[in-house]
């Protein structure tokens, strides 16, 4: 939510003998690889929660700019291609590193297990190999791959509309930024005020929170332009906010919804299958165990599914275009989660893992293709990082009241989550089509 817009902010306006993009890969890549190295070997909690917090951080930095670089590097009519192939290699990625512990106790006789308190050796060496990996990785993007001038990226956007559209927009009045960010305060407020009172779930502080901050921030930006002070990237982060393109507030619905249903898989899917399908909530039983590590093969197959579906993705968006191809893509995917409560054999939950894995490649890669094709080429990295935002946003709403939800109105069945995250991307399936049809990139049209 913060590293993203402000890491694309400075990309863009980044130009030395090494690129635009690539000193963000090589030094995010560094600091991420050196927190995988030191994270297993952390001596108390708190440091290995920092080395978290780092590598986190890091590889935002390394990996916020390469969808921007795709966009930088690659004609209209590639990019749908160029995000699926990224679609790919993260399935592929998440597999082998799924795998790793495994593979290492099972095919090199690394040690799977450690004493209390201790690390097994496996997970040591996932860490250390994943380290290895990572930087080799971004190594070879930036010492094989070429970054276009100033001078040709200048050539490239003379003439289009897009751009012209963008610069022709007037800066947002000082005082709406004032008024707006004063309602955002009283409208968190309130809602603080209601979640305190009358003692709800204390996940809802981030909801009072968020429209609090936001509102100060929108109150520190309408000061700095009435101070003339708008030479900054907080400034200009809020300013492209209020000015994103048309395309790009129609696909935020569509990664709201999208994240949205994501997370809800993410953080219910181990209480839905140990619970519905293996008939216990006993985390001590063997049989909830069998069906959280049910779960991870589950994890697996859809990155796996989706993987395979990468390869689908550019054919299908140039047949039906970006926007049905994802809309088929998102139906599937939510038809999947739905399943989950109608299929009693846990066994059987490896077929709806196939639309799940579909709707994982397809949010990766189509959303990008649509949006990429709508954006300034000078500030294709700012908005690729505030696109960001409508990844984050969701899942800290999920976060605040899907366990509300659940408990409220479902009885706190894990299964029902799911349920509601394959309505909501069936949902961001139809909100796809209220994308403008000239956002479709040429060979998809």
């Not at 012209?164 to 004032?178: C, I, L, N, Q, T």
């Not at 619970?275 to 909530?281: D, N």
Request: proline content about 4%.
């Amino acid at each position: 939510l913060l590293v993203q817009p402000i890491i694309g902010y400075m990309s863009d306006r980044t130009w030395g003998r090494f690129g635009r993009r690539r000193p963000y890969f090589t030094v995010g890549a560094i600091l991420a690889s050196l927190a995988l190295f030191a994270m297993p070997n952390s001596p108390a909690l708190w440091i290995a929660a920092g080395m978290l917090w780092i590598m986190d951080a890091s590889i935002n930095v390394s990996m916020e700019p390469f969808r921007a670089f795709v966009g930088d590097n690659l004609p209209k009519h590639q990019r749908t291609l160029g995000f699926a192939m990224q679609s790919f290699f993260i399935g592929i990625g998440a597999i082998v590193a799924s795998a790793l512990p495994w593979m290492m106790a099972n095919w090199f006789d690394v040690s799977n297990t450690a004493g209390p308190g201790q690390i097994p050796d496996t997970v040591k060496w996932s860490f250390y190999l994943g380290g290895v990996v990572f930087l080799a990785a971004v190594s070879w993007t930036v010492f094989s791959s070429r970054e276009y001038s100033p001078e040709e990226i200048a050539e490239f956007e003379a003439g289009e509309e897009e751009a012209e559209a963008f610069e022709s927009a007037e800066p947002r009045a000082a005082g709406k930024y004032h008024r707006g960010g004063l309602g955002w305060i009283v409208a968190g407020t309130a809602l603080l005020v209601w979640i305190v009172t009358a003692g709800l779930d204390k996940q809802l502080y981030i909801l009072s929170i968020g429209a609090i901050a936001f509102g100060g921030l929108q109150i520190v930006t309408g000061l700095m332009q009435s101070g003339g002070r708008t030479d900054n990237g907080l400034y200009q982060i809020v300013e492209d906010l209020f000015h994103m393109p048309r395309v790009m507030k129609q696909l935020a619905v569509v990664q709201f919804c999208s994240w949205f249903a994501l997370f809800a898989m993410w953080i219910y899917s181990t209480a839905a299958v140990t619970s519905y399908h293996f008939g216990t909530s006993d985390v001590t039983s063997a049989a909830y165990n069998e069906g959280a590590n049910w779960v991870g093969v589950l994890f697996a197959s859809y990155n796996g599914f989706a993987a395979l579906a990468a390869i689908a993705i550019p054919f299908t968006a140039r047949r039906l275009g970006c926007r049905w191809a994802h809309l088929v893509n998102l139906m599937l995917g939510g038809a999947g989660l739905i399943s989950f409560l109608f299929i009693r054999d846990p066994a059987w939950l490896i077929v709806p893992m196939i639309g799940v894995g579909i709707a994982w490649a397809s949010i990766l890669s189509l959303p990008y293709a649509l949006l990429s094709d709508v954006l300034p080429t000078a500030k294709m990295g700012i908005y690729m990082g505030i696109f960001n935002f409508f990844i984050v946003i969701p899942q800290l709403i999920a976060a605040s009241v899907l366990g509300l939800l659940l408990r409220e109105f479902f009885g706190g069945q894990g299964i029902y989550g799911l349920v509601i995250g394959g309505a909501l991307m069936i949902l961001a399936g139809f909100t796809t089509l209220m994308v403008d049809k000239e956002a479709e990139p040429q060979s998809a049209a």
